[in-house]
């Protein structure tokens, strides 16, 4: 028998992964196997063929195209124009340094012994043997910030909880944001989809370090696959007793429950999400009191974002300082960045925080898919900065792009070529926070809706007309009082992509004065 394997997250299926393997079954001595994408989302579906070489990938296959691969020889791992040699040794994946990443794709997703063999839970196990003290100093070595956007040092917040928990706090929780609703962005889904395991592992660390016994994973409803495969690793590391009463025999206790969010944008900053776990609407709290005192119920909360979980079994496992010894600056470790928008070859990279922008989208991405020029390169999400072609050198950390007016965010990079309308795009940022606003603060409800409403005026009026030049210090204004005036990012952040927008493109506006 010659075992395939077939990728089944959501990435695969959209393009017709589900057929292919469908088809490979019927062929008489294959064994069809469904992994999780390697990450190479150009190549999807990227079918693999276990060979002597290892496993030779077939990229972009179709559920029609599979008896003239049989012909060509599939299935001993002859050439054909839509091979890719042993998926190992391809260059887009022996050129990252994948750490959360490092098993997507090898296995299927809840194989429990896969994941073991292939290293994990080892982070647990030391974990369980040190004295949670030690953990939480062993992340705050190891400089992980948080990969959601916020960028707060992780092991801070841990500290924090346990310092409250040791100091009285009856219970405390682990809570884990999937809501992933940043445009470009895909990291989250495609790490719970195809290493559900890893999220698992890092998240029960976090609770037998700050004695937590309860924990949560919010995600949107708009990934039923990962939904379902996250119960389904629950399920199963329950069954094997990494979850559950006893985890891996060591007296303490962990329970572990997907929640499923109504989409809202929002709840991707954590109070918002932590008001929808309890039962409400998904609305900002104010702060002070911060979640890492008074958070689910009112309890000591740890809540980080799913890639920094799944960083911290790596953590474990090999030391703080050997995850700090990657990145740049103030800026461990790596990052899972997402190319997305006008790109070649889109996907999921993990590398080292430093690497530069230009390195991403012009070596790893290909440049763009239309092959025209890069004209600007949004980083960080809908609330990111556009920067121009000409800041394609700035080093990917927190501090750097900071000081090149951009922000890291989530790590997506969505890419425009020379023909986009940067105008049109600075009203979609507008346009965004205004239908995502959870509507609790002033500035950012009515400030976004504003907005929009003169960047209209703005690029409806003709150069040089009585009143133009007042629109732009309106809209100047309305975006001094979003940033000054807001509740939380959502708000205080949208005028980033607007002001990059009249900074570098004021040709789009039709002449700015700025």
Known sequence: ?????????????????????AALAEVEGVTVRRNGTRGMLWREPLVEVETDRGRVGYASVAADGIPALLEAGM?????????????????????????????????????????????????????LDTDPTDVVEEVVTSGLRGRGGAGFP???KWRTVLQARQGGAEQAFVCC?????????????????????????????????VG???????????????IARL???????????????????SGRAFRLQVRVGAGAYICGEETSMLESLEGRRGEVRAKPPIPALRGLWDSPTVVNNLLSFAAIPMILADGGETYAARGVGRSRGTQIFQLAGNIARGGVFEAPLGITLR?????????????????????GGPLGAYLPADRLDVPMGYEELAEAGGMLGHGGLVVFDD???????????????????????????????????????ITSTPAGAEGRDQLFVLLEDLCATMTTGSLCAMGGLTPVPVRSALTHFPEDFGGSPR
Not at 186 to 194: P, V
Not at 359 to 369: A, H, N, P, S, Y
Request: charged share 25%.
């Open 419 to 457: 023909t986009v309308d940067m105008a049109r795009m600075a009203r979609f940022a507008m346009e965004f926070c205004s239908v995502e606003s959870c509507g609790k603060c002033t500035p950012c409800r009515i400030g976004s809706t504003r907005g929009v409403e003169t960047i209209d005026r």
């Open 359 to 379: 390195e991403l989208v012009e070596d790893i991405g290909g440049g763009t898919r239309t092959g025209r020029p890069v004209r600007a390169v949004q980083v």
């Open 75 to 127: 299935l001993s791992g002859a050439d054909h124009e839509t091979c890719i040699g042993v998926v190992d040794e391809d260059p887009w994946l022996t050129a990252q340094d994948r750490v959360s990443l490092v098993r997507i794709g090898l296995a299927e997703p809840t194989d429990i012994r896969a994941y073991e063999a292939q290293g994990g839970w080892a982070g647990l196990r030391r974990a």
């Open 212 to 226: 937590a016994t309860e924990g949560y994973i919010y995600c949107r409803s708009e990934y039923p696959d990962a």
């Open 1 to 21: 028998m010659t075992t395939v394997w077939v990728p089944a997250d959501s990435s695969a299926r959209a393009v017709g992964a589900d057929e292919v393997a």
């Open 177 to 209: 944001n999937l809501d992933e609703g940043d445009s470009g962005t895909f990291a989250d889904r495609i790490l719970a989809e195809a290493d559900p395991f890893t999220l698992l592992e890092g998240m029960t660390i976090a609770a037998v370090t």
């Open 231 to 249: 119960r389904d690793a629950i399920a199963v590391a329950t069954e094997h007793g990494y979850l559950g009463d006893d985890v891996a025999g």
């Open 154 to 156: 992780t092991g801070v």
